[in-house]
């Protein structure tokens, strides 16, 4: 027999038509942005961002489905103050004719006054096999209760506390005053490097048969062979694959997360290379070929990103690197080692604004270029805005490594970039 509830009677369980469709409409008068998220009894799959305008939003849903709630960009629970248990609304069947159920985020749902807490129910057992010591920033971020007690790293919630330089091991410089005329130097005149057709593109003096006076940018016309070209395009397509670009928002919790927001500026697509891709051999022989060019370690690198840039997409004008001194833990990008992977019909120059100098892309060809000054690397270099043009015919297929001044990969492993995939 088929049992059905009224809606907003939160006692009644209805015995769920699986295949029947019912339409679920989420309204948050909240002053928090709210995402609502899918229960799949691990992480959730977001599913909606709800404004706090009480603006509604409808979704397709089941009987059965259940939903959790979370501030806007971040996993952080919006909670019942009074009861200090966070909002999940379940699905129940009804007998209303439109087949619609309802979802009201109430005004004085905020986040939690407990900080240390367990956002989903399998955090226990993510901390029991051990997650809280082999990914340490997702797991305290998101399932400190449980690292609390396995692993005492509650304290290291405030990012203030688990984000240092002491802590994490990255005080060694990879550049003092002066290293990197001599890197550059290094690459236009050794031998060495001549099978990778070394071409200064702009030197200070001009020198090495520059075609501009200015800070110096190299390309090296044969850096990637097709096998690595073929693993790198390989590889974006592992894990999540292509996605929308996205800035940083700012820092909204004392654990050091930002939101994420599509990027306006940069409207490309871009994949990070990890797990999986990183693994792949052409994949290693490119970051390993960097590391032997620059001296400095994978450590210090973002992971590869690969970029995908579709007629009519661009990267507008920006600096790689923040502004005066970075006293983040890896601080300054340092260089960029940009890689394009195939031949572009028409558009997609890289351009350095300030220097009016454009590079064209060129299947193989590596762009390599600093972000800070050679008689101080802790400060930023204002000569090195860029962009990259539009597609204007065609597609554009590129990679890059930004390499800081210190560790990244640790600064990463603890959360500590505002990143936590
Ligand atoms: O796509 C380009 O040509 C430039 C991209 C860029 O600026 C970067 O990856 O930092
Ligand atoms: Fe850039």
Not at 75 to 81: I, M
Request: negative net charge; contains cysteine; proline residues 4%.
């Amino acid at each position: 027999q088929e049992e059905t509830c009224t809606p907003g009677d939160d006692t009644c369980i209805a015995s769920p038509k699986p295949n029947r469709k019912l339409k679920a409409t989420f309204q948050n008068l909240s002053p928090y942005r709210a995402d609502v998220h899918f229960d799949d009894g691990r992480f959730g799959n977001y599913v909606a961002t709800l404004e706090t305008n009480g603006e509604k939003v409808t979704i397709d849903s089941f009987a059965g489905h259940r939903f959790f709630i979370t501030r806007h960009g971040v996993r952080e629970g919006l909670v019942d103050p009074s009861t200090d248990e966070q909002y999940f609304f379940t699905v129940k069947e009804t007998n209303n004719v439109d087949d619609a159920v309802e979802f009201t985020l109430p005004s004085t749902a905020a986040p939690s006054k407990t900080k240390c807490k367990d956002r989903y129910p399998v955090c226990v057992n993510e901390a029991e096999r051990g997650e809280c010591t082999r990914n340490p920033g997702w797991m305290i971020v998101n399932c400190c209760k449980s690292c609390d007690e396995k692993e005492g790293y509650g304290k290291y919630l405030d990012s203030k506390v688990r984000c240092t330089r002491e802590r994490l091991n990255a005080t060694i410089p990879a550049w003092e005053n002066g290293s990197l005329d001599a890197l550059f130097t290094k690459w236009a005149t050794e031998d060495k490097y001549k099978p990778y057709e070394p071409r200064v593109i702009s030197s200070p003096n001009k020198v090495y048969n520059a075609q501009h006076e200015g800070p110096w940018i190299m390309v090296f016309d044969n850096f990637l062979d097709d096998y690595e070209i073929n693993d790198l395009m390989k590889g974006a397509n592992f894990g999540d694959g292509f996605q929308r670009s996205t800035d940083q928002g700012s820092v909204i919790a004392g654990s050091g997360e930002k939101e994420k927001k599509i990027s306006t500026h940069r409207t490309s697509s871009n994949a990070w290379c990890r797990r999986e891709c990183e693994e792949l051999d052409g994949v290693k022989r490119v970051s390993d070929r960097i590391e032997d060019f620059t001296g400095i370690s994978q450590n210090n690198y973002e992971s590869l990103q690969i970029l995908k840039y579709n007629v009519g997409e661009y990267y507008k004008t920006h600096h790689d690197s923040s502004g005066g001194k970075d006293n983040s833990v890896s601080g300054h990008r340092i260089l960029t080692f940009f890689l394009y992977l195939n031949n572009v019909l028409e558009g997609g120059e890289t351009r350095f604004t300030n220097l009016d100098i454009s590079v064209e892309p060129k299947r193989g060809r590596a762009l390599v270029w600093p972000s800070v000054l050679n008689e101080d690397p802790t400060m930023s270099d204002l000569r090195m805005y860029h962009e990259a043009r539009p597609v204007t015919k065609g597609i554009k297929f590129a990679a890059n490594h930004w390499i800081h001044q210190y560790d990244s990969k640790n600064e990463n492993l603890w959360g500590c970039s505002g990143s936590f995939a």
